[in-house]
């Protein structure tokens, strides 16, 4: 089946740092991507959409200028959390779709960040 | 109010049990989907629906459009199949129901 690989699995970083996170399909063209964050107990909130080739359209609260998305191939969506806080701990999650063939989603295994 | 509603938040099962987690949704969509989140957080797309039934292994999953309402049934259910179940349907954007968290003891 369809493989999206996320990297890395887990970080640590220090409050004003950046860290960047790699969601890629390994097997077939991801039209879209999207990126999700999961507080712990709570379900996933979807935190922005991005398109192979165009700009991400972000959630309502979501900022964009702190979270940098770059989908620049059909098989590479970049989440970079700029300038991250303590509170930006979280787990995030990024899965991919082929629009074009009405595919399912697939998902990646997700992120650990923890902001020290 | 959340537009995507699941119930029940919790269960408990013994193995070989019929078990039956419900979902309603109070927008239009195109989609609806099923995931399966491990412990370690790890997700699984079980199901895409837009009409009808699916079934795959001893996974059953039911969408009525005009009820707006989606059932997954796992029959004979083993402790492997424990997780948290979430629904999820495509509006103009995802929107995820809060989870049903499945225990499922031998």
């Known amino acids: 089946g369809a493989v999206v690989s996320q990297h890395p699995s887990w970080v640590i970083c220090k409050s004003g740092t950046s860290v960047k996170i790699e969601c890629r399909s390994l097997?077939?063209?991801?039209?879209?991507m999207f990126w999700y964050r999961q507080f712990p107990k709570q379900s996933l909130m979807l935190m922005a959409t991005s398109n192979e080739g165009s700009k991400a359209t972000y959630e309502q609260g979501v900022e964009k200028d702190k979270f940098l998305i770059n989908h620049a191939s059909l098989t590479l969506s970049t989440l970079t959390v700029t300038s991250a806080h303590p509170e930006d701990s979280s787990f995030y999650i990024c899965?991919?779709?082929?629009?074009?063939?009405?595919?399912?989603?697939?998902f990646g295994n997700g992120t650990r960040l923890t902001v020290t | 109010k959340n537009e995507v509603e699941q119930s029940p938040q919790n269960l408990t099962a013994q193995e070989g049990e019929f078990i039956t987690i419900n979902c309603s949704y109070s927008v239009g969509i195109s989609a609806l989907h099923w995931l399966q989140q491990h412990p370690g957080g790890g997700i699984v797309s079980l199901f895409m629906l837009s009409s009808g039934k699916k079934k795959h292994g001893r996974l059953i999953a039911t969408i009525n459009i005009q009820e707006k309402h989606s059932s997954l049934h796992i029959t004979a259910s083993h402790p492997r199949d424990s997780a948290v179940y979430i629904c999820?349907?495509?509006?103009?954007?995802?929107?995820f129901g809060t989870g049903t968290r499945l225990q499922v003891f031998p």
């Open positions: 999820a349907v495509e509006s103009d954007k995802l929107i």
């Open positions: 899965s991919a779709s082929n629009r074009k063939n009405n595919s399912p989603l697939h």
């Open positions: 097997d077939f063209q991801a039209t879209t």
